[in-house]
């Protein structure tokens, strides 16, 4: 940028002609300073040097260089103190700046770094397939460690970052998948197959694309002797109850039980009244067990649920009491589940030998997302 551009106390990489050499200071014994003044058209900046003669003496006046450094002074004297220095010769006009910490400079990392690579040569292991190289358009492992430190220009340099930004990405996956594979439980609630579609004739509207997508993506975990663990987020009204609802549909065809925990007793009466709208009128019945339930009507549907005799159980924290069996729990649906702690969620997902599970928010915070991992 130009000289009368840089702001004070911030970096900046300024390109000027020296003006002048101003003689040096001998501030104390081992301690020189030398000066220089470089200027462009628009303004003039001193260059502080401390203790470095060769330096000193390799500017000419006259000659153009490049100066990187935090720029002080005031608005009308500015300084740039023991700058990276390039002149017009050098041959890579990019170089790297590194976070340093007490007792490194940048000149001595980039010795370093340079040193190191010229030992390893062609010894770095390349862990991508050619022929994922080429579909990706990717360059080498070498070629970009090379160029992610001294890049020949910005084109390798744009090169070398998105060949290291894949191979993060590469290794998050990959451990993702490892973890995945870790935690796969095997299962023997099976839910044949159906279809978004199937559901979807039985409701007085028509699903959303993204409901389509997330039914079939459901269906097909369930369907197979993996138990499923997904997560279904969208905001408030979005439709997310109506997955679950063609879920369970799909469950009590099956022959399996699904329950679904609220955390506050209106949620789960919101849920009871939206699920019984789209499933009683397939023939699937529907119960609600809360805290507010009378005594004997928590016996009749606590008996009813052990029974076989009601397929889905929408409720509270009375979902997991010890009274509270299912004869054939297949399917686990929890709505916010960051307001349940951990222990509750995992007795009623103990209700149902590996049963599958289905999380709905409308806010998933980092350890729900983690959860779900």
């Known amino acids: ?4 551009d840089t702001r004070l106390n911030e970096n900046a990489v300024v390109q000027g002609t020296i003006v002048k050499k101003l003689a040096p200071a001998h501030i104390r014994k081992g301690m020189t300073i030398y000066r220089v003044i470089a200027a462009d058209e628009t303004a003039d900046i001193t260059i502080v040097i401390y203790n470095s003669e060769y330096l000193y003496n390799s500017f000419a006046v006259g ?11 005031n608005i009308l004297r500015r300084e740039m103190s023991s700058p990276m220095v390039l002149n017009d010769s050098t041959e890579n006009r990019i170089q790297p700046l590194y976070h340093l910490t007490e007792g490194l400079t940048q000149q001595l990392l980039r010795v370093t770094v340079k040193n190191a690579l010229s030992v390893l040569g062609g010894e770095i ?23 992610i430190h001294f890049p020949k220009d910005s084109h390798a340099l744009e090169l070398a970052k998105k060949r290291l930004v894949f191979d993060e990405f590469l290794a998050l996956q ?17 839910i044949k197959g159906g279809s978004a579609e199937e559901f979807e004739a039985g409701l007085p509207f028509r699903l959303t694309s993204a409901q389509k997508r997330a039914i079939g993506e459901c269906l097909a975990d369930m369907s197979s002797s993996k138990a499923m663990n997904r997560l279904i987020q969208g905001d ?28 506050t007793e209106i949620l789960a009466s919101q849920h009871y009244e939206t699920l019984s709208g789209f499933l ?27 029974s076989g005799e009601y397929q889905v159980a929408v409720g509270t924290h009375a979902l997991i009491q010890d009274s ?7 399917l686990v649906i929890t709505d916010e589940q960051h307001r349940f702690g951990v222990e509750q969620r995992a007795k009623l997902s103990g209700k149902g030998k590996n049963a599958h599970k289905l999380v709905m928010s409308a ?9 779900m991992v």
């Open 324 to 330: 509270t069996v299912f004869e054939r729990l297949g």
């Open 125 to 147: 292991l390349e862990p991508v397939p050619k022929k994922y190289l080429l579909e990706e358009q990717l360059a080498s492992l070498p070629y970009a460690l090379e160029n």
């Open 63 to 73: 000659k153009s260089y490049s100066f990187y450094g935090k720029v002080t002074g």
């Open 280 to 306: 009683k009128p397939m023939g699937v019945k529907v119960c609600l067990l809360t805290g507010s339930v009378s005594k004997k009507d928590k016996t009749e549907i606590k008996e009813a649920l052990a």
């Open 236 to 263: 408030v009204g979005s439709g997310k109850t109506a997955v679950a609802a063609a879920c369970a549909y799909f469950a009590a065809k099956s022959g399996f039980q699904t329950a679904l925990m609220a955390p």
């Open 1 to 4: 940028m130009d000289i009368a």
């Open 363 to 371: 806010t998933p915070i980092p350890r729900t997302l983690a959860l």
């Open 174 to 190: 990959l451990g993702m998948a490892l973890i995945r594979s870790r935690s796969v439980r095997e299962t023997d609630r099976i």
